[in-house]
């Protein structure tokens, strides 16, 4: 038996929380600096048991999304509500908190390997690989992993698989919902993809208001509830459901986003010459 203490993974907990502290330390300036994090409802996470929980997001960059979710839980859980102000919360961190990634995105460079170590799952997508579509089955010890890591603490997963909008939820994340029986929170992202670039590592424009929504968990009836219900379930609480599209294409919405962000700036501009 080693000295030190370690998760189910193998990982070392002192090394994991040296990292964690290290990495929030960086980047906390990209939520509250450079750019400015609007949180909601981070009230529910204190009130989350300390295992079993599975958070269900929309996905936006590869890294930046689950950079500010580390922050933002360990934050409510040291009694800030909707608030990152002072790193305080980063000395002691949760060391249970896990992210489903691809796996050929974690080997992609130093810098993804040593954050997969701050709680990586890595699987390997089914309709994905190298730039191209593929049809595979699912890996069943990346299923065994995800219900490792549930059994242990807290894991993050972007159901969609992808960084673009409205791509239908991929049903894994509803299997894995019925097998396991998680308490399941949806979280809402906004401003990160106009924030920083697609891995989520560079700033991209500075001034952006970012947003995160804490819900509140689903009611999931997992012993009669189909797949097909409950994907549609997550579609409805993370904002993705088609419903949500309407008629604008994404190039539109895109359209409509940019010129959101242009009037917020304005805005400002004309609020920081009245004072």
Partial sequence: MGIFKRNPFGHILLFKKWLIRTAGLLTHRRYRGFNELQIEGSEVIKNLPDRGVLFVSNHQTYFADVVAMYHVFNASLSHRIDS???VGYLWN???NIYYVAAKETMKAGLLPKIMAYAGAITVERTWR???EDVKREVNPNDTENIGIALEDGWVITFPQGTTKPWKPIRKGTAHIIKEYRPIVVPVVIDGFRRSFDRKGLRI???GILQSMVIKEPLEIDYENESIEEIVEQIEYAIEQHPS???VLPEEAISEIEE??????FSYKEKEDRRY
Avoid at 259 to 264: A, F, I
Wanted: net charge positive; aromatic share 4%.
């Fill in 204 to 206: 991209k424009k500075k």
């Fill in 84 to 86: 990152i102000k002072n």
């Fill in 93 to 95: 961190p949760k060391l």
């Fill in 129 to 131: 690989a190298k730039g």
């Fill in 244 to 246: 949500f599209l309407k």
């Fill in 259 to 264: 010129l959101n962000e242009r009037r917020r």
